[in-house]
């Protein structure tokens, strides 16, 4: 099977899942937390499907991350006046 026929059986599954949590909860009332969480649970798998499904269906070029270019330039000496060295103590000061 392809990965579209794997996907299709799944959201048929899924279809008939969301049929038999309805029934349940027609017959069981919908105001207990564990029908709650079933129910929660049985729409983030749909909502879990529709993201793979829309992850296959984008071509499978594999994204190079963007390059970043760091200047060769010193930085500015006015973003650190307000900080301390690591390790080294206070500026202007000398060790003992």
Request: with cysteine; net charge negative.
């Amino acid at each position: 099977m392809s990965v579209h026929d794997d996907l299709t059986a799944v959201q048929r599954c899924l279809d008939d899942l969301s049929r038999s949590v309805g029934r349940l909860e027609q017959q069981l009332g919908s105001d207990g937390l564990e029908m709650r969480r079933v129910r929660a649970d049985a729409a983030h798998l749909k909502e879990s499907v529709a993201l793979l499904r829309e992850a296959t269906a984008q071509p499978a070029t594999p994204r190079r991350p963007e390059l970043l270019t760091i200047p060769d330039t010193p930085y500015d000496d006015s973003l650190w006046i307000d900080t301390d060295d690591e390790g080294l103590g206070a500026r202007h000061r000398h060790a003992p």
